[in-house]
């Protein structure tokens, strides 16, 4: 069967509308239409060195690059997506999502040394319930277009109680839902790591687990996401 009719097949079969507008007219491989891609604020962070999410990781982690793809603003359509994601069972999101970003990576020297890609885990408990982890989706689009490996064993995101914490130790890592572990050094050893995750804030996830990866001898660290809240 011709890959054509094949396609209006699956589209008449599994009809999928746009995330963004709800029109029909897209692609069977994406969910979101050409003009609702284009209307997400990129933020061109990934071909500068110098942007404010590098800015912010300065004197709290030595990171080799870091950026994000899109601007996130309240009630837009990134917001929307962001939240089907993560609430809503739309793992797909990710994917697409990570595509876009992925790209842009995968366009830019500065990110040209990246040898694997991590996705921020979830604790045990968090992956249950999704079903899924966002940042996996994310990195798993990212590499269908930017051909490198997503290592999903190798972090470990634990639960942590007030008991079991020592008081003098209580440090801003355990502000968060967790800590981490590094399951498997040897994978990441010598290796430049890029770690992904959906949205920057405070960046604080991202530097305690960054602090983790850091801990494996001549690791280098670099850091990506969707979106970076203004
Ligand atoms: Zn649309």
Redesign the pocket.
Same mark, same amino acid.
């Given at each position: 069967m011709p890959l054509t009719l094949l396609q209006d097949l699956r589209s008449l079969l599994f009809p999928h509308y =746009?995330f963004?507008?709800?029109?029909d007219a897209?692609p069977y491989d994406t969910s979101?239409?050409a003009? =609702?891609q284009l209307s997400l604020p990129e933020t061109g962070f990934f071909q500068q060195t110098d942007n404010p999410v590098a800015a912010s990781f300065i004197g709290r982690i030595p990171i080799v690059q870091a950026g994000a793809g899109y601007f996130y603003t309240k009630e837009s359509l990134l917001q929307e997506l962001l939240q089907q994601l993560k609430y809503k069972q739309q793992p797909v999101i990710g994917k697409v999502l990570g595509r876009y970003i992925g790209y842009m990576l995968a366009e830019s020297p500065l990110y040209a040394s990246i040898d694997v890609l991590l996705p921020l885990p979830l604790n045990a408990k968090k992956l249950h319930i999704r079903g899924y982890n966002q940042a996996a989706e994310i990195c798993t689009g990212i590499s269908e277009v930017w051909q490198k490996p997503v290592l999903t064993h190798v972090l470990e995101r634990t639960m942590h109680t007030e008991t079991q914490t020592n008081k003098n130790r209580l440090s801003r890592w355990q502000n968060m839902q967790g800590s981490f572990r590094v399951w498997d050094t040897a994978a990441i050893q010598g290796k430049h790591v890029l770690l992904v995750d959906d949205v920057i804030t405070t960046g604080a996830t991202l530097e305690a687990c960054g602090e983790i990866i850091l801990a494996v001898p001549d690791t280098q660290l670099s850091i990506a996401a969707v979106a970076w809240t203004i």
């Open positions: =746009c963004g507008c709800g029109t897209l979101l239409c003009r =609702c």
